[in-house]
């Protein structure tokens, strides 16, 4: 299955990339990010230092030392404002992580639940937002995706979603990629091609 939910730290994920939810000001404050660059140490602080602030849903990579990825993709997720419509930038940061995925040709990543820590987005409300943005990239892109969550709490909302999502790629995902494959073999056959 390319989309798997997972009660682990994401320090300790053997992927290609993981994601890093940062603070704007890369303050440290969050616990994930606080945890990746303990592990990554100096090395990881100065490429860090040396990309500047983000931008809310902005997302930018540095190299992983002394973790189990290559990359380390590090984004700005949105601080939770009942009075303002900050879903947007939340997708975003999703869907920028997967674009900077995409441009550095990973085949596997691990996100964290982006601002549902330190920065107060309700979990249930995190969860959904990144389960659609994660199935509506994999309806166009290939790539082995985890959403890691650290909590007892935020793992139990997942397993909520877990017979769903299964249920979307089955129909979904699966039955498209099915059918792709039968439009090939059929205008192969048009053109006689062995």
Same mark, same amino acid.
């Given at each position: 299955?390319?989309y798997?939910?997972?009660? #682990?730290?994401? %320090?300790?994920? $053997? +992927?290609?990339? *993981?994601?890093?939810?940062?603070?704007?000001?890369? =303050?440290?404050?969050g616990?994930?990010?606080r945890?990746?660059?303990?592990?990554?140490?100096?090395?990881?602080?100065?490429?860090?230092?040396?990309?500047?602030?983000?931008?809310?849903?902005?997302?930018?990579?540095?190299?992983?030392?002394?973790?189990?990825?290559?990359?380390?993709?590090?984004?700005?997720?949105?601080?939770?404002?009942?009075?303002?419509?900050?879903?947007?930038?939340?997708?975003?940061?999703?869907?920028?992580?997967? #674009?900077?995925? %995409?441009?550095? $040709? +990973?085949?596997? *990543?691990?996100?964290?639940?982006?601002?549902?820590g =330190?920065?107060?987005?309700?979990?249930?409300?995190?969860?959904?937002?990144?389960?659609?943005?994660?199935?509506?990239?994999?309806?166009?892109?290939?790539?082995?995706?985890?959403?890691?969550?650290?909590?007892?709490?935020?793992?139990?909302?997942?397993?909520?979603?877990?017979?769903?999502?299964?249920?979307?790629?089955?129909?979904?995902?699966?039955?498209?990629?099915?059918?792709?494959?039968?439009?090939?073999?059929?205008?192969?056959?048009?053109?006689? %091609?062995?």
């Open positions: 299955m390319p798997t939910i997972v009660r #682990n730290d994401i %320090v300790n994920m $053997e +992927v290609d990339a *993981i994601v890093n939810s940062a603070g704007t000001r890369l =303050s440290r404050i616990g994930v990010e945890s990746i660059l303990d592990i990554g140490g100096p090395i990881l602080r100065k490429e860090q230092f040396e990309f500047g602030e983000l931008i809310v849903g902005q997302a930018k990579y540095t190299s992983a030392p002394n973790l189990y990825a290559k990359y380390v993709i590090h984004v700005s997720g949105p601080i939770y404002d009942e009075s303002t419509n900050n879903e947007i930038d939340l997708r975003n940061s999703y869907r920028n992580s997967l #674009n900077l995925a %995409v441009d550095l $040709e +990973v085949e596997s *990543i691990a996100f964290p639940l982006i601002s549902s =330190s920065y107060g987005y309700p979990k249930k409300r995190a969860l959904v937002v990144a389960q659609e943005e994660i199935l509506r990239f994999l309806e166009y892109n290939e790539m082995m995706i985890y959403l890691v969550v650290f909590d007892k709490s935020s793992f139990t909302i997942s397993k909520d979603f877990q017979k769903e999502i299964r249920q979307y790629i089955r129909t979904d995902y699966v039955v498209k990629r099915r059918n792709e494959v039968k439009n090939i073999n059929a205008r192969r056959d048009q053109m006689h %091609v062995p």
